[in-house]
């Protein structure tokens, strides 16, 4: 007969592991973060912080080689001088980040597409994460399209096994189906979730016990700018995401009557989470501005018709294109626009969207007042009651004013040191999706002033804004 001296002890121990396991669940629950990611251990992302760190230790000491002469000399005494390139802080945090992976090269990205955040020698060497990522094997592209479509595999007759392109989060191979069409197969990156929950995870961990003894992280929010990268991660996992927004385009354009810009039809039956064929597009990006101009087609008419486009999409249904870099936006061969990889979307709801237009409309009157109460209205200051609107507007203006410039093109950090003083004179923050915006109007600007000349400046081409308010008046009655 079981003793009352031997059950409490038990029934104690019981307690005990019940509440480590409770507390091991905890500490999952709490790595993961709910943000949509793989559950990944404790243990796991403990791994990962060894291996981060190894990485970055042993590219550390390589600097530290490089500074003293002993990796020339390294380089010189086994024949291979002509190799030789100085490993810059830049260089090697770029090829460190190439080492550590997908989530480190999609931050890496982030770097490079963010010059009015970091250093110009950051951002110009981290612009190589934008094309130059390794891709992985032909074997795994094979074994991922078994998995996700199964007998409907059979229907891609023609793969090659070179990628078109490699990125961070999948690679695109060129194909032809069946029934003779042309495809491109956009395939996910191998165990990409489990690593991205283990980095994401890892990162988080960091910015919140540098919060704790940092005033200028915790200003910076560097876990909520966590946070927002993790749910992009998660909505860019997902590949009937950007399916469902390359579908939803296609219909703005249709309902708005714009026959000549498209993106890519998407094939549902040969797409899956971690796979998308879609139609193959070919024509000249944006950028190649000779290339353009030689064709038979009018390169601003048709840019114009591209910029108009965007537009009607966040008009009518409050979403935009939040990656319009010149890989994305193409001229067809068949006179068409076309846009591609929807992977990065903003979205506003119905109130949001009102205040973005009223946002950019006021840059197309130069209405500075309409611009500050529209970001007032998004929530950009603390205290929208007690705020100088006049006075706000005319630090705007200033602030601005290289976006209006009418004469040369401009970069986001022409604009950072006058929105500093705004951001700390009114306490006013930009939310994600508005800075997202006018990164788009940088570059549509940038594509406008090639093609245009300096008299097509993207928010004051008298015809485009023609064309936008007719669009809304459309939208109103659609």
Do not use: C
Request: hydrophobic share 45%; charged share 25%.
């Amino acid at each position: 007969m079981t003793t009352l001296v031997e059950t409490l002890p038990a029934r104690a121990r019981a307690r005990e592991g019940e509440e480590e396991t409770a507390r091991e669940e905890e500490t999952e629950a709490a790595v993961t973060h709910a943000r949509g990611l793989p559950r990944v251990s404790a243990r796991r992302v403990a791994w990962r912080a060894v291996v981060v760190t190894t990485v970055l230790f042993w590219f550390g000491m390589l600097r530290v080689a490089d500074w003293t002469g002993l990796r020339w000399l390294s380089f010189a005494l086994t024949g291979r001088r002509a190799e030789y390139e100085r490993l810059t802080a830049p260089i090697a945090l770029r090829r460190a980040f190439e080492v550590l992976g997908p989530t480190y090269v999609k931050l890496g990205q982030l770097v490079a597409s963010g010059e009015a955040l970091f250093p110009d020698r950051y951002s110009e060497e981290f612009r190589r994460l934008l094309d130059r990522v390794p891709p992985f094997s032909f074997a795994a592209v094979e074994r991922t399209l078994d998995e996700e479509l199964g007998a409907a595999r059979a229907r891609i007759r023609e793969l090659t096994p070179t990628p078109m392109a490699a990125a961070s989060i999948a690679q695109v191979h060129a194909a032809v189906l069946d029934d003779g069409s042309e495809v491109v197969v956009k395939i996910q990156r191998p165990g990409i979730g489990e690593l991205a929950a283990a980095d994401v995870a890892l990162l988080r961990f960091i910015a919140r016990s540098l919060a704790k003894v940092s005033r200028h992280v915790r200003r910076a929010n560097a876990v909520a700018i966590i946070d927002d990268f993790a749910g992009n991660l998660v909505e860019e996992l997902d590949f009937g995401n950007e399916a469902a927004r390359m579908r939803e385009f296609n219909d703005v354009m249709r309902r708005m009557g714009t026959k000549d810009v498209a993106a890519p039809i998407v094939h549902d039956d040969l797409s899956g989470p971690r796979v998308l064929t879609m139609e193959r597009f070919s024509g000249w990006r944006l950028d190649d501005t000779d290339g353009i101009l030689a064709s038979p087609y009018d390169g601003k008419e048709r840019l114009r018709h591209g910029i108009r486009a965007w537009f009607q999409t966040l008009i009518l249904r409050g979403f935009f294109h939040g990656d319009v870099h010149a890989g994305n936006f193409l001229l067809l061969h068949d006179g068409r626009i076309g846009y591609l990889d929807f992977g990065i979307v903003g979205v506003f709801d119905d109130g949001q969207k009102k205040n973005v237009l009223e946002y950019v409309l006021g840059f197309q009157q130069r209405d500075f007042t309409r611009v500050a109460t529209a970001m007032i209205a998004m929530g950009t200051v603390d205290d929208a009651g007690r705020i100088d609107v006049a006075g706000f507007a005319a630090d705007l203006e200033v602030a601005y004013a290289p976006l209006l410039d009418p004469t040369e093109g401009f970069k986001m950090r022409d604009m950072l040191p006058d929105l500093m003083r705004v951001a700390q004179k009114h306490s006013m923050r930009m939310p994600r999706d508005l800075v997202l915006v006018t990164k788009q109007l940088v570059y549509l600007d940038r594509y406008s002033r090639a093609l245009g000349g300096h008299e097509m400046n993207v928010l004051t081409d008298q015809a485009l804004s023609n064309l936008i308010m007719q669009d809304m008046l459309a939208a109103m009655f659609a």
